[in-house]
C-alpha cells in the first residue's frame, strides 16, 4: 500500500493560479503519454507515487488521452482507486474534451451535448464525483462561443467541476470567453497552451497579457517540444524514442539547425549546473508569467530531476540574451 512522502510539500513551489484561490505546483503531470492501454500499469503507478512524493500535487488528463482513447482516465481511477484515494484532496485532477471521442455528430469539437456528456463518461472512467478543473481542449469554429462557456459554466454549477479552463485559445478567443464566463457568474481559470523555446506563438499574440487582464492563469504542455529540449537527439535517433514511434513528432522535426541550437543551449545550461531539459523548464517558469508545466515522463527518474529546477528558475539578463541570440 502507497504511502506518501511525509516531507512532499517541502520539495515543491506552489504558485496562485490567475487571481483564483487555487494554488498549482510550479511542475504537474501530464498523463497524455504513458498511461495507455499499451502501457505497463506497474510504471504507471510508479510516476505517479514520484510524481506526488515531489510535491507534484496537479494531474492532467483528456478524454482521448491512450491509446486507447479514454485509457489514460481508465488506468489513472484504477490507481486512484487502489492507492490514492485516501490523498484525493491534496489533488487537483483535470480532464478535457473538445477533440474526437466517439463517432458521430456528437463526440467533438464544443457543443454542450458533447461536452456535458464527455465529463460524465471522464468521471466515470476515473471513479470521482467531480475534476477541479474541466477545460474546453480547441475552439469549435462552428458552434457559438456563448453555448460553449455556458456548458463550462453550468458544469460548475452542478458540482461536476470546481473549476473550468481552456486550451489553445489565443488572446482574442481568450478575452471573449472570459467575459461570457464572467457574465454567467464563473470565472476563466486558466488557459493551457503549447509553448516552449522552440514555440512562443503564446508571445507573439500576446497571450500572457490577456490572460493578465482576465485574471487567468496559464500552463503550458510539450515545455520540452516533444523530446527536442533534452539531450536525447544530440547524437542521432535513438531506436525506440518518441521521434520513432510519434505522430507528433518525426524524424524530419530533428533538423540540423535545431540540434545545432540545443547543442548551444547545452553549453549554457551545463555553466547553470543545469541539464538542458532541466533549464528549458525553468526558462518557461521565467518572470513567474506562467503558472505551471506540464511534464510527461516514461521514467520515475525523469519527474524527480524535473522538480530540480524550482531551486534555480532565475536567469541574469547576459543567459536570456544568449538564449534569445541562439533562438533567433
Known amino acids: 500500500m502507497y504511502n506518501a512522502h511525509s516531507l512532499r510539500y517541502e520539495k515543491m513551489q506552489y504558485t496562485r493560479c490567475g487571481k483564483s484561490g487555487l494554488l498549482l ?3 504537474s503531470l501530464g498523463l497524455w503519454h504513458n498511461f495507455g492501454s499499451v502501457d505497463s500499469l506497474e510504471n504507471q503507478k510508479r510516476l505517479l507515487f514520484t510524481a506526488f512524493d515531489c510535491g507534484i ?3 492532467d488528463l483528456a478524454n482521448n488521452y491512450g491509446p486507447e482513447p ?6 489513472f481511477g484504477r490507481i486512484l482507486k487502489s492507492d490514492l484515494m485516501s490523498y484525493r484532496d491534496e489533488m487537483v485532477i483535470s480532464t478535457k474534451a473538445g477533440y474526437e471521442m466517439w463517432a458521430g455528430p456528437y463526440g467533438n469539437w464544443g457543443s454542450r451535448k458533447y461536452l456535458i456528456a464527455s ?4 468521471l466515470k472512467r476515473m471513479g470521482l464525483e467531480y475534476v477541479d478543473i474541466f477545460y474546453h481542449h480547441r475552439p469549435d469554429p462552428d458552434t457559438p462561443l456563448e453555448e460553449t462557456m455556458m456548458a463550462l459554466a453550468d458544469i460548475v454549477k452542478s458540482g461536476k467541476a470546481l473549476y473550468v479552463g481552456i486550451s489553445n485559445y489565443n488572446a482574442e478567443q481568450t478575452r471573449l470567453a472570459a467575459a461570457i464566463l464572467k457574465d454567467l457568474g464563473t ?35 510539450c515545455p520540452l517540444a516533444q523530446g527536442l529540449l533534452t ?10 524514442s518518441r521521434a520513432t514511434r510519434s505522430v507528433f513528432l518525426k524524424k524530419e522535426n530533428i533538423t540540423e539547425d535545431i540540434v545545432r541550437k540545443v547543442k548551444a543551449l547545452s553549453e549554457i545550461a551545463e555553466n547553470r549546473g543545469q541539464t538542458i531539459a532541466e533549464m528549458a523548464l525553468s526558462w518557461d517558469l521565467r518572470k513567474d508569467r506562467l503558472t505551471s508545466v506540464l511534464t510527461g515522463s516514461s521514467r520515475a527518474e525523469q519527474i524527480a530531476e524535473n522538480v530540480k529546477i524550482i531551486e534555480k528558475m532565475d536567469f541574469t539578463d547576459d543567459e536570456l540574451s544568449s538564449i534569445d541570440k541562439i533562438l533567433a
Open 25 to 27: 505546483p510550479r511542475v
Open 57 to 59: 500535487t496537479h494531474f
Open 70 to 75: 479514454g485509457s489514460a482516465e481508465e488506468n
Open 119 to 122: 465529463l460524465d463518461q471522464s
Open 187 to 221: 470565472p476563466l481559470l486558466i488557459n493551457q497552451f503549447r509553448y516552449n523555446m522552440f514555440a512562443r506563438d503564446a508571445e507573439k499574440d500576446n497571450l500572457f497579457d490577456a490572460l493578465e487582464t482576465v485574471g487567468a492563469g496559464s500552463i503550458a504542455f
Open 231 to 240: 539531450s536525447k537527439y544530440l547524437n542521432g535517433i535513438p531506436e525506440g
